[in-house]
């Protein structure tokens, strides 16, 4: 019986000729097209396609790259990073929160281990658009025991920031990172110093490698704001206390501008304030009012509380705590003035938190004092704006859009902790 396989001769006898190109080789043989390509993807995805091949590594190792990466990938806020510190314990433990309150991970003990020459605890003081301000060292608290370091945690790159000239007497709440990715691929840090009613703020470069001095103003009164919590918006380094009193730095023109003032009741109290921050374009003033102090509110902002059932009322009346408001005030970029954006019926939030709890004894009195709010995330998708609020023992997050609530994470009620929120923004900016 003959075989209707041919055989192995006529095989490579008559194997026909391959075509010496293909649709996908002509794609991957464009650099043009592959670079086009390649910026659109996300940034984590990207740095696996280093492996493809030495062309690919090529063009993604440029530095070019991942200036037009940045610019082209939205800046949204993908998760949040807890620093957390208990008592009496270890430094500072950090974790990975996503903001779909879906995932929690223990952040490595050697995520921050990026300098294996210069071994201490690692202390993140504060993110910028993806990079982070980091200091090393056996008592990074103290500045002549420490090592400043900028760290992109997305490519695991670092850089060693030469000691500000002032010397040895500047806080960590002094210094600030600005990055702002759409303006230019270089970062800049600022050092204020304020000795002796003399004010000076040094600014460091990563395009030039040094520190200058920028600003020096004699007999100049920054008390009411002080120098903590710098925010960087809108080109600026903004500071605020708690009464509303606040300035800021224009990086690019070097100088100093006051800011509007919050419309707050004349009956604020500085125990009030809640948070300050920016996001989405805008600079936010959070705090929290009570029915008496907040005439204005029902008419000016938008009311994104819940509804809550007939029990959920009866709870509320049974307390005997008055109306009280998560009140999140906003301003635009053209610093006209604040504004009422949003406001948030504060009981909402102690019977939710009851509820998660599993403990109808909760009183919301106790639960509206202990309200803390770690990071507000603006944006238009399925659940933003979010606010992120730490309360006793729990991480919980609020959707001004659905009007839910959600459990992020959760401590120990009986643990005693500090907890802030960074936002984790990935890049592929070199530092």
């Keep these: 019986m003959t075989s209707s396989f041919p055989s192995c001769s006529q095989v490579s006898l008559n194997k026909p000729k391959q075509k010496k190109s293909s649709s996908v080789d002509a794609v991957i043989g464009n650099n043009d097209l592959v670079t086009q390509i390649l910026l659109r993807v996300p940034a984590k995805s990207v740095l696996k396609f280093k492996l493809v091949s030495k062309k690919w590594l ?9 200036f037009h990466h940045t610019q082209l990938n939205p800046h949204t806020t993908s998760a949040l990073l807890l620093r957390v510190l208990f008592l009496f314990k270890e430094p500072f433990i950090y974790r990975f929160l996503s903001l779909d309150g879906k995932s929690v991970v223990n952040v490595p003990s050697n995520f921050h281990c990026f300098h294996p020459d210069n071994p201490g ?32 945690p997305t490519t695991r790159q670092f850089a060693v920031i030469p000691s500000p000239p ?24 600022l050092c204020v110093s304020h000795l002796e009613s003399t004010l000076e703020i040094y600014v460091y470069s990563s395009e030039t490698k040094i520190w200058k001095l920028s600003v020096r103003h004699e007999d100049y009164d920054i008390s009411p704001a002080g120098l903590s919590n710098g925010v960087f918006w809108n080109g600026a380094v903004h500071w605020i206390d708690p009464a509303g009193n606040g300035f800021c730095f224009l990086v690019d023109e070097e ?3 006051a800011m509007p003032h919050p419309p707050l009741p004349a009956s604020w ?70 504004f009422v954006k949003y406001y948030l019926d504060a009981n909402a939030i102690a019977v939710a ?48 859009k659905c009007k839910t609530f959600k459990k992020l994470f959760s401590f120990h009620p009986c643990e005693d902790y500090i907890c802030s929120a960074l936002k984790y923004t990935e890049t592929l900016a070199w530092v």
């Design 353 to 400: 938190y009851a509820e998660m709890m599993e403990d109808p004894t909760v009183s919301p009195c106790l639960v509206n004092g202990s309200i803390n709010i770690s990071s507000f995330i603006g944006g238009n998708n399925e659940e933003r704006p979010l606010l992120v609020i730490n309360m006793p023992g729990e991480i919980i997050s609020y959707s001004f």
């Design 166 to 189: 002032p010397g040895n007497d500047i806080s960590l709440s002094q210094i600030q990172l600005v990055f702002d990715p759409l303006k230019s691929p270089y970062y800049k840090i």
């Design 255 to 257: 100088c100093l501008r």
């Design 269 to 338: 109290e500085l125990n009030s304030f809640r948070y300050f921050g920016e996001s989405d374009g805008q600079l936010h003033f959070i705090g929290l009012l009570t029915g008496e102090q907040n005439p204005d509110v029902m008419n000016m902002g938008v009311n994104v509380s819940p509804g809550m059932s007939a029990g959920q009322m009866a709870r509320r009346r049974s307390s005997n705590v008055g109306s009280q408001f998560i009140v999140v005030y906003a301003m635009d970029k053209g610093y006209s003035n604040w």
């Design 58 to 66: 090529s063009i993604i190792s440029h530095p070019s790259f991942a």
């Design 121 to 152: 605890s690692t202390y993140i003081s504060q993110s910028c658009n993806g990079l982070h301000l980091c200091y090393r060292g056996i008592f990074c608290y103290i500045e002549r025991n420490r090592s400043t370091y900028v760290f992109n």
